[in-house]
Protein backbone atom coordinates (compact mmCIF):
# COMPACT_ATOMS: atom_id res chain seq x y z
CA UNK A 1 0.00 0.00 0.00
CA UNK A 2 3.14 2.49 1.31
CA UNK A 3 4.43 1.30 -2.60
CA UNK A 4 1.18 2.07 -4.44
CA UNK A 5 1.10 5.72 -2.31
CA UNK A 6 4.59 6.37 -3.46
CA UNK A 7 4.13 5.82 -7.06
CA UNK A 8 0.82 8.06 -7.70
CA UNK A 9 3.01 10.88 -5.97
CA UNK A 10 6.26 10.35 -8.22
CA UNK A 11 3.28 10.63 -11.02
CA UNK A 12 1.36 13.22 -10.41
CA UNK A 13 4.26 15.67 -8.71
CA UNK A 14 4.75 17.60 -11.54
CA UNK A 15 1.47 18.53 -12.27
CA UNK A 16 1.23 19.87 -8.84
CA UNK A 17 4.29 21.64 -9.36
CA UNK A 18 2.84 22.81 -12.30
CA UNK A 19 -0.10 24.20 -10.92
CA UNK A 20 1.74 26.09 -8.05
CA UNK A 21 3.16 27.61 -10.74
CA UNK A 22 0.16 28.36 -12.51
CA UNK A 23 -1.18 29.50 -8.70
CA UNK A 24 1.79 32.09 -7.77
CA UNK A 25 1.31 33.78 -11.95
CA UNK A 26 -2.44 34.21 -10.92
CA UNK A 27 -1.73 35.81 -7.61
CA UNK A 28 0.86 38.21 -8.69
CA UNK A 29 -2.03 39.52 -11.46
CA UNK A 30 -3.88 40.50 -8.72
CA UNK A 31 -1.37 43.64 -8.21
CA UNK A 32 -0.62 45.83 -10.74
CA UNK A 33 2.91 46.05 -11.86
CA UNK A 34 4.07 49.41 -13.47
CA UNK A 35 8.09 48.51 -13.07
CA UNK A 36 9.93 46.21 -15.87
CA UNK A 37 12.20 44.23 -15.62
CA UNK A 38 15.49 45.51 -16.09
CA UNK A 39 17.30 42.93 -17.75
CA UNK A 40 16.54 44.55 -21.27
CA UNK A 41 18.54 47.29 -21.98
CA UNK A 42 15.28 49.49 -23.17
CA UNK A 43 13.57 48.50 -19.69
CA UNK A 44 13.13 51.56 -17.68
CA UNK A 45 15.41 51.93 -14.18
CA UNK A 46 13.82 50.00 -11.15
CA UNK A 47 12.36 51.94 -8.50
CA UNK A 48 15.32 52.99 -6.24
CA UNK A 49 16.07 55.77 -9.20
CA UNK A 50 13.62 58.55 -8.39
CA UNK A 51 10.88 58.57 -10.86
CA UNK A 52 10.90 61.52 -13.47
CA UNK A 53 7.49 63.58 -12.93
CA UNK A 54 5.96 65.42 -15.81
CA UNK A 55 6.86 69.05 -14.28
CA UNK A 56 10.06 67.66 -15.10
CA UNK A 57 9.33 66.90 -18.54
CA UNK A 58 7.43 70.36 -18.89
CA UNK A 59 10.42 72.57 -17.49
CA UNK A 60 12.73 71.01 -19.75
CA UNK A 61 10.65 71.65 -23.01
CA UNK A 62 10.04 74.91 -22.12
CA UNK A 63 13.37 75.94 -21.71
CA UNK A 64 14.87 73.68 -24.42
CA UNK A 65 12.38 73.30 -26.59
CA UNK A 66 13.31 75.44 -30.34
CA UNK A 67 10.34 76.27 -31.21
CA UNK A 68 9.51 78.58 -28.05
CA UNK A 69 12.88 80.53 -28.91
CA UNK A 70 11.44 80.79 -32.40
CA UNK A 71 8.18 82.24 -31.01
CA UNK A 72 9.80 84.26 -28.59
CA UNK A 73 12.51 86.14 -31.40
CA UNK A 74 8.83 86.63 -33.65
CA UNK A 75 7.56 88.74 -31.01
CA UNK A 76 10.96 90.66 -30.91
CA UNK A 77 10.39 91.16 -34.71
CA UNK A 78 7.28 92.69 -34.83
CA UNK A 79 8.29 94.89 -31.90
CA UNK A 80 10.71 95.80 -34.37
CA UNK A 81 8.44 96.29 -37.31
CA UNK A 82 5.80 97.94 -34.81
CA UNK A 83 9.22 100.49 -33.75
CA UNK A 84 9.74 101.38 -37.29
CA UNK A 85 6.92 102.18 -38.79
CA UNK A 86 6.38 105.21 -36.40
CA UNK A 87 9.94 107.05 -37.26
CA UNK A 88 9.68 109.95 -39.53
CA UNK A 89 11.48 109.25 -42.60
CA UNK A 90 15.67 110.75 -42.72
CA UNK A 91 15.57 114.33 -43.73
CA UNK A 92 18.05 114.86 -46.88
CA UNK A 93 21.48 117.44 -45.99
CA UNK A 94 23.04 117.92 -49.27
CA UNK A 95 25.54 120.76 -50.60
CA UNK A 96 24.32 122.36 -54.17
CA UNK A 97 27.54 124.71 -56.33
CA UNK A 98 25.53 127.30 -58.77
CA UNK A 99 27.01 128.65 -61.81
CA UNK A 100 29.92 127.07 -62.05
CA UNK A 101 31.78 128.15 -65.48
CA UNK A 102 34.26 126.18 -67.07
CA UNK A 103 35.97 129.75 -67.56
CA UNK A 104 38.55 130.50 -65.40
CA UNK A 105 38.15 134.39 -66.16
CA UNK A 106 34.45 134.06 -65.33
CA UNK A 107 34.29 131.10 -62.53
CA UNK A 108 35.47 133.35 -59.53
CA UNK A 109 32.55 135.86 -60.33
CA UNK A 110 28.75 133.91 -61.35
CA UNK A 111 29.52 130.50 -58.56
CA UNK A 112 27.52 130.04 -55.88
CA UNK A 113 27.62 127.54 -53.25
CA UNK A 114 25.03 126.11 -50.48
CA UNK A 115 23.69 123.83 -48.21
CA UNK A 116 19.90 122.53 -47.57
CA UNK A 117 18.40 120.49 -45.93
CA UNK A 118 15.09 118.81 -47.34
CA UNK A 119 12.20 116.85 -45.05
CA UNK A 120 8.86 115.66 -46.00
CA UNK A 121 6.25 116.08 -43.71
CA UNK A 122 3.59 113.11 -43.01
CA UNK A 123 -0.44 114.28 -43.00
CA UNK A 124 -3.25 112.41 -42.01
CA UNK A 125 -1.79 110.93 -39.02
CA UNK A 126 0.24 108.46 -41.22
CA UNK A 127 3.00 107.43 -38.76
CA UNK A 128 0.26 106.45 -36.07
CA UNK A 129 -1.82 103.82 -38.62
CA UNK A 130 1.30 102.44 -39.79
CA UNK A 131 2.16 101.62 -36.18
CA UNK A 132 -0.95 100.58 -35.24
CA UNK A 133 -1.07 97.88 -38.31
CA UNK A 134 2.06 96.51 -36.77
CA UNK A 135 1.13 96.96 -33.29
CA UNK A 136 -2.12 94.30 -34.16
CA UNK A 137 0.45 92.01 -35.95
CA UNK A 138 2.31 92.09 -32.75
CA UNK A 139 -0.47 90.97 -31.01
CA UNK A 140 -1.20 88.20 -33.55
CA UNK A 141 2.75 87.13 -32.87
CA UNK A 142 1.93 87.20 -29.49
CA UNK A 143 -1.29 84.76 -29.47
CA UNK A 144 0.93 82.43 -31.78
CA UNK A 145 3.55 82.71 -29.08
CA UNK A 146 0.70 81.51 -26.70
CA UNK A 147 -0.43 78.55 -29.07
CA UNK A 148 3.06 77.23 -29.50
CA UNK A 149 3.85 76.92 -25.29
CA UNK A 150 0.30 75.58 -25.21
CA UNK A 151 1.37 72.76 -28.04
CA UNK A 152 4.83 72.35 -26.53
CA UNK A 153 3.27 71.79 -23.32
CA UNK A 154 0.20 69.62 -24.82
CA UNK A 155 2.82 67.05 -26.31
CA UNK A 156 5.42 66.75 -23.77
CA UNK A 157 1.80 65.60 -21.57
CA UNK A 158 0.14 63.45 -24.14
CA UNK A 159 3.65 61.68 -24.75
CA UNK A 160 4.12 61.56 -20.98
CA UNK A 161 1.15 59.26 -21.01
CA UNK A 162 1.84 57.61 -23.56
CA UNK A 163 5.21 56.36 -22.10
CA UNK A 164 3.41 55.50 -18.93
CA UNK A 165 1.13 53.15 -20.65
CA UNK A 166 4.36 51.76 -22.60
CA UNK A 167 6.34 51.32 -19.62
CA UNK A 168 3.14 49.44 -18.02
CA UNK A 169 2.94 47.38 -21.06
CA UNK A 170 6.34 46.38 -21.35
CA UNK A 171 6.11 45.28 -17.63
CA UNK A 172 2.78 43.18 -18.60
CA UNK A 173 4.76 41.35 -21.52
CA UNK A 174 7.67 40.94 -19.61
CA UNK A 175 5.38 39.03 -16.77
CA UNK A 176 3.58 37.07 -19.23
CA UNK A 177 6.55 35.58 -21.36
CA UNK A 178 8.31 34.48 -17.98
CA UNK A 179 5.18 33.20 -16.42
CA UNK A 180 4.99 31.08 -20.14
CA UNK A 181 8.27 30.19 -20.18
CA UNK A 182 8.76 28.67 -17.06
CA UNK A 183 4.48 26.86 -18.30
CA UNK A 184 6.21 26.01 -21.16
CA UNK A 185 9.80 24.25 -19.19
CA UNK A 186 7.45 22.24 -16.85
CA UNK A 187 5.36 20.86 -19.97
CA UNK A 188 8.18 19.40 -21.08
CA UNK A 189 9.17 17.91 -17.69
CA UNK A 190 5.41 16.56 -17.84
CA UNK A 191 5.64 15.20 -21.03
CA UNK A 192 9.04 13.65 -20.22
CA UNK A 193 7.51 11.61 -17.32
CA UNK A 194 4.34 10.82 -19.10
CA UNK A 195 1.95 13.40 -17.15
CA UNK A 196 1.65 15.59 -20.38
CA UNK A 197 0.60 15.15 -23.99
CA UNK A 198 2.78 16.36 -26.89
CA UNK A 199 -0.03 18.75 -27.88
CA UNK A 200 0.09 20.33 -24.90
CA UNK A 201 3.76 21.12 -24.93
CA UNK A 202 3.29 22.36 -28.39
CA UNK A 203 0.57 25.06 -27.08
CA UNK A 204 2.96 26.37 -24.25
CA UNK A 205 5.51 26.61 -27.11
CA UNK A 206 3.27 28.17 -29.41
CA UNK A 207 2.20 30.33 -26.32
CA UNK A 208 5.81 31.39 -25.57
CA UNK A 209 6.60 32.35 -28.84
CA UNK A 210 3.38 34.12 -29.06
CA UNK A 211 4.80 35.79 -25.79
CA UNK A 212 8.37 36.29 -26.68
CA UNK A 213 7.03 38.58 -30.01
CA UNK A 214 4.57 40.77 -27.83
CA UNK A 215 7.25 41.65 -25.61
CA UNK A 216 9.54 42.15 -28.43
CA UNK A 217 6.93 45.28 -29.64
CA UNK A 218 6.69 46.37 -26.58
CA UNK A 219 10.22 47.02 -25.77
CA UNK A 220 10.54 48.77 -29.26
CA UNK A 221 7.50 50.93 -29.37
CA UNK A 222 9.05 52.15 -25.57
CA UNK A 223 11.81 53.26 -27.46
CA UNK A 224 10.16 54.69 -29.70
CA UNK A 225 7.87 56.70 -27.70
CA UNK A 226 10.52 57.61 -25.32
CA UNK A 227 13.45 58.78 -28.16
CA UNK A 228 9.92 61.36 -29.33
CA UNK A 229 9.30 62.81 -25.77
CA UNK A 230 13.65 63.52 -26.01
CA UNK A 231 13.09 65.05 -28.91
CA UNK A 232 10.49 67.54 -27.83
CA UNK A 233 12.28 68.66 -24.72
CA UNK A 234 15.31 68.62 -26.87
CA UNK A 235 17.42 66.47 -25.22
CA UNK A 236 18.32 63.46 -27.55
CA UNK A 237 20.49 61.95 -25.19
CA UNK A 238 18.23 61.65 -22.38
CA UNK A 239 18.77 58.38 -20.73
CA UNK A 240 15.52 55.99 -20.43
CA UNK A 241 14.45 56.28 -16.82
CA UNK A 242 11.41 55.10 -14.96
CA UNK A 243 8.57 57.75 -14.55
CA UNK A 244 6.05 58.52 -12.15
CA UNK A 245 2.91 56.60 -13.02
CA UNK A 246 -0.37 58.47 -12.98
CA UNK A 247 -1.78 56.60 -15.36
CA UNK A 248 -4.62 55.25 -13.23
CA UNK A 249 -5.10 58.78 -11.31
CA UNK A 250 -9.35 58.89 -11.42
CA UNK A 251 -9.44 61.05 -14.98
CA UNK A 252 -11.87 64.41 -14.40
CA UNK A 253 -15.18 64.63 -15.35
CA UNK A 254 -15.31 66.94 -18.34
CA UNK A 255 -18.56 69.38 -19.26
CA UNK A 256 -18.40 70.09 -22.97
CA UNK A 257 -20.65 73.14 -23.08
CA UNK A 258 -18.00 74.59 -20.50
CA UNK A 259 -15.00 73.22 -22.34
CA UNK A 260 -16.60 75.26 -25.14
CA UNK A 261 -17.26 78.46 -23.62
CA UNK A 262 -13.35 78.52 -22.34
CA UNK A 263 -11.96 77.64 -25.84
CA UNK A 264 -14.18 80.23 -27.61
CA UNK A 265 -13.12 82.54 -25.24
CA UNK A 266 -9.05 81.45 -24.32
CA UNK A 267 -7.98 79.98 -27.47
CA UNK A 268 -4.79 81.53 -28.95
CA UNK A 269 -6.59 80.71 -32.77
CA UNK A 270 -9.36 82.94 -31.97
CA UNK A 271 -7.24 85.54 -30.01
CA UNK A 272 -4.89 85.96 -33.17
CA UNK A 273 -8.31 85.80 -36.04
CA UNK A 274 -9.54 88.52 -33.80
CA UNK A 275 -6.33 90.68 -33.84
CA UNK A 276 -6.51 89.73 -37.82
CA UNK A 277 -9.51 92.09 -38.09
CA UNK A 278 -8.43 94.88 -35.84
CA UNK A 279 -5.03 94.15 -38.20
CA UNK A 280 -7.38 94.81 -41.67
CA UNK A 281 -9.53 97.40 -39.68
CA UNK A 282 -5.97 99.09 -39.05
CA UNK A 283 -4.87 98.77 -42.76
CA UNK A 284 -7.89 100.71 -44.43
CA UNK A 285 -7.45 103.45 -42.15
CA UNK A 286 -3.88 103.84 -43.44
CA UNK A 287 -4.80 103.13 -47.07
CA UNK A 288 -7.79 105.97 -46.67
CA UNK A 289 -4.90 108.59 -45.57
CA UNK A 290 -2.68 107.61 -48.04
CA UNK A 291 -4.11 110.45 -50.90
CA UNK A 292 -3.42 113.07 -47.98
CA UNK A 293 -1.24 114.99 -49.32
CA UNK A 294 2.47 115.00 -47.77
CA UNK A 295 4.62 118.99 -47.36
CA UNK A 296 7.91 118.63 -48.83
CA UNK A 297 9.96 121.02 -47.03
CA UNK A 298 13.29 122.41 -48.22
CA UNK A 299 15.54 125.28 -47.14
CA UNK A 300 19.44 125.91 -47.41
CA UNK A 301 21.54 128.81 -47.16
CA UNK A 302 24.67 129.81 -49.32
CA UNK A 303 27.27 132.49 -50.82
CA UNK A 304 26.79 133.81 -54.30
CA UNK A 305 29.77 135.19 -56.23
CA UNK A 306 27.07 136.71 -58.26
CA UNK A 307 27.82 140.03 -59.03
CA UNK A 308 24.69 142.69 -58.25
CA UNK A 309 24.76 145.98 -60.00
CA UNK A 310 22.63 147.90 -58.04
CA UNK A 311 23.81 146.97 -54.86
CA UNK A 312 27.81 147.22 -56.72
CA UNK A 313 29.37 144.29 -55.12
CA UNK A 314 28.74 140.37 -54.84
CA UNK A 315 25.14 139.43 -53.60
CA UNK A 316 27.00 137.05 -51.04
CA UNK A 317 24.64 135.59 -48.44
CA UNK A 318 21.31 134.40 -49.34
CA UNK A 319 19.00 131.50 -48.31
CA UNK A 320 16.52 129.49 -50.01
CA UNK A 321 12.91 127.92 -48.98
CA UNK A 322 10.89 125.57 -50.78
CA UNK A 323 7.07 123.96 -50.29
CA UNK A 324 5.19 121.37 -52.06
CA UNK A 325 2.47 118.92 -51.92
CA UNK A 326 1.23 115.87 -54.48
CA UNK A 327 -2.07 116.61 -55.81
CA UNK A 328 -4.37 113.63 -55.97
CA UNK A 329 -5.88 114.12 -58.65
CA UNK A 330 -5.55 111.30 -60.56
CA UNK A 331 -4.48 108.81 -57.70
CA UNK A 332 -6.36 108.75 -54.64
CA UNK A 333 -5.24 105.00 -53.78
CA UNK A 334 -8.68 104.02 -54.52
CA UNK A 335 -7.70 100.17 -55.77
CA UNK A 336 -5.88 99.74 -52.35
CA UNK A 337 -8.36 101.05 -50.31
CA UNK A 338 -10.66 98.60 -52.32
CA UNK A 339 -8.39 95.51 -51.43
CA UNK A 340 -7.76 96.25 -48.15
CA UNK A 341 -11.61 96.62 -47.78
CA UNK A 342 -12.25 93.08 -48.90
CA UNK A 343 -9.53 91.98 -46.83
CA UNK A 344 -10.98 93.36 -43.77
CA UNK A 345 -14.37 91.28 -45.15
CA UNK A 346 -11.89 88.08 -45.14
CA UNK A 347 -10.56 88.41 -42.02
CA UNK A 348 -13.75 89.09 -40.40
CA UNK A 349 -15.20 85.68 -42.04
CA UNK A 350 -11.77 83.88 -41.03
CA UNK A 351 -13.00 84.71 -37.24
CA UNK A 352 -15.93 82.65 -37.69
CA UNK A 353 -14.18 80.45 -39.55
CA UNK A 354 -12.12 79.46 -36.79
CA UNK A 355 -14.97 79.50 -34.00
CA UNK A 356 -16.63 76.79 -36.43
CA UNK A 357 -13.67 74.84 -36.87
CA UNK A 358 -13.04 75.18 -33.39
CA UNK A 359 -16.81 73.42 -32.47
CA UNK A 360 -16.30 70.75 -34.83
CA UNK A 361 -12.73 69.71 -33.51
CA UNK A 362 -14.13 69.76 -30.46
CA UNK A 363 -17.11 67.46 -30.80
CA UNK A 364 -14.25 65.37 -32.28
CA UNK A 365 -12.65 65.38 -29.28
CA UNK A 366 -15.04 65.46 -26.68
CA UNK A 367 -16.46 61.79 -28.43
CA UNK A 368 -13.18 60.58 -28.38
CA UNK A 369 -12.91 61.53 -24.45
CA UNK A 370 -16.33 59.80 -23.82
CA UNK A 371 -15.43 57.01 -25.77
CA UNK A 372 -12.26 56.34 -24.06
CA UNK A 373 -13.91 56.97 -20.42
CA UNK A 374 -16.31 55.03 -21.10
CA UNK A 375 -14.04 52.03 -22.61
CA UNK A 376 -11.53 52.38 -19.59
CA UNK A 377 -14.54 51.92 -16.67
CA UNK A 378 -16.16 49.18 -18.50
CA UNK A 379 -12.36 47.80 -18.72
CA UNK A 380 -12.14 48.30 -14.96
CA UNK A 381 -15.84 46.99 -14.10
CA UNK A 382 -16.24 44.61 -15.84
CA UNK A 383 -13.45 42.84 -18.16
CA UNK A 384 -10.91 42.34 -16.17
CA UNK A 385 -12.64 41.08 -13.19
CA UNK A 386 -14.53 38.65 -15.36
CA UNK A 387 -11.00 38.03 -17.44
CA UNK A 388 -9.08 36.85 -13.76
CA UNK A 389 -12.57 35.07 -12.46
CA UNK A 390 -12.17 33.08 -15.46
CA UNK A 391 -8.61 31.92 -15.43
CA UNK A 392 -9.09 31.28 -12.04
CA UNK A 393 -11.76 29.33 -12.28
CA UNK A 394 -10.05 27.28 -15.09
CA UNK A 395 -7.05 26.86 -13.18
CA UNK A 396 -8.89 25.24 -10.33
CA UNK A 397 -10.25 23.00 -12.42
CA UNK A 398 -6.68 22.57 -13.89
CA UNK A 399 -5.86 21.17 -10.30
CA UNK A 400 -8.32 19.28 -10.14
CA UNK A 401 -7.81 17.49 -13.34
CA UNK A 402 -10.92 18.87 -14.87
CA UNK A 403 -9.25 20.85 -17.64
CA UNK A 404 -6.80 20.52 -19.98
CA UNK A 405 -3.50 23.01 -19.84
CA UNK A 406 -4.04 24.77 -23.04
CA UNK A 407 -7.68 26.11 -22.07
CA UNK A 408 -5.73 27.74 -18.69
CA UNK A 409 -2.76 29.06 -21.38
CA UNK A 410 -5.68 30.45 -23.46
CA UNK A 411 -7.04 32.28 -20.46
CA UNK A 412 -4.01 33.48 -19.13
CA UNK A 413 -3.32 35.35 -22.94
CA UNK A 414 -7.15 36.53 -22.60
CA UNK A 415 -6.40 37.84 -18.92
CA UNK A 416 -3.05 39.75 -20.05
CA UNK A 417 -4.46 40.93 -23.39
CA UNK A 418 -7.43 42.71 -21.40
CA UNK A 419 -5.11 44.46 -19.28
CA UNK A 420 -3.09 45.58 -21.98
CA UNK A 421 -6.32 47.30 -23.81
CA UNK A 422 -6.91 48.51 -20.29
CA UNK A 423 -3.57 50.43 -20.59
CA UNK A 424 -4.11 51.10 -24.29
CA UNK A 425 -7.99 52.90 -23.37
CA UNK A 426 -6.13 54.95 -20.02
CA UNK A 427 -3.12 56.33 -22.51
CA UNK A 428 -5.88 57.09 -24.85
CA UNK A 429 -8.58 58.83 -22.07
CA UNK A 430 -5.73 60.98 -21.03
CA UNK A 431 -4.52 62.13 -24.15
CA UNK A 432 -7.99 63.50 -24.68
CA UNK A 433 -8.02 64.96 -21.58
CA UNK A 434 -5.03 66.99 -22.01
CA UNK A 435 -6.45 67.93 -25.41
CA UNK A 436 -9.83 69.35 -24.40
CA UNK A 437 -7.60 70.95 -21.70
CA UNK A 438 -5.26 72.27 -24.00
CA UNK A 439 -7.48 73.83 -25.88
CA UNK A 440 -7.25 71.29 -28.98
CA UNK A 441 -3.25 72.57 -30.08
CA UNK A 442 -0.70 69.80 -30.99
CA UNK A 443 2.33 70.10 -32.69
CA UNK A 444 5.03 70.68 -29.73
CA UNK A 445 7.66 70.61 -32.91
CA UNK A 446 5.93 72.41 -35.87
CA UNK A 447 7.09 75.75 -36.34
CA UNK A 448 5.12 78.94 -34.95
CA UNK A 449 2.92 80.57 -37.78
CA UNK A 450 4.99 83.43 -39.25
CA UNK A 451 8.40 81.41 -38.81
CA UNK A 452 6.99 78.54 -41.02
CA UNK A 453 6.48 81.47 -43.76
CA UNK A 454 9.32 83.18 -43.53
CA UNK A 455 11.18 79.50 -43.60
CA UNK A 456 9.27 78.93 -46.81
CA UNK A 457 10.32 82.13 -48.28
CA UNK A 458 13.85 81.69 -47.91
CA UNK A 459 13.32 77.95 -49.71
CA UNK A 460 11.90 79.33 -52.52
CA UNK A 461 14.35 82.04 -53.05
Same mark, same amino acid.
Do not use: C
Given at each position: ???????????????????????????????????????? %??????????????????????????????????????????????????????????????????????????????????????????????????????????????????????????????????????????????????????????????????????????????????????????????????? %???????????????????????????????????????????????????????????????????????????????????????????? %?????????????????????????????????????????????????????????????????????????????? %????????????????????????????????????????????????????????
Amino acid at each position: MQNRTSFRLRQFWPLAVLWLALAQAAAAQQQHIHEPTTAN %PAAPQRASVPALRLEDLEQMALKNNPTLAQAEAAIQAAEGRRKQAGLWPNPVIGYEGDGLAFNSQVYPYRNGQSFFVEQTILTGGKLAKSKNIAAQEKVQTQAEAEAQKLRVLNAVRMLYYEVVGAQQLVALREQLAELTREATEISEDLFNTGAADRPDVLAAEVELQRAEIDLLRARNDYNRVWQTLAAVVND %PQLKLTRLEDKLETAAPALVQDELLASLLRDSPEMKRALAGIERAKAVVSRAKAEPKPDIYLRGGVGYSNEWAEFYGGKTGWEARVEAGVRV %PIFNRNQGNVAASKADQLAAEREVQRVELKLRARLAESFAQYQNSLGVAARYQREVLPRAQRAYELYLAKFRQMGAAY %PQVLFTQRTLFQARAEYVHSLVELWQNVVQLRGLLLTGGLDAPNGVASLSTEGSNQ
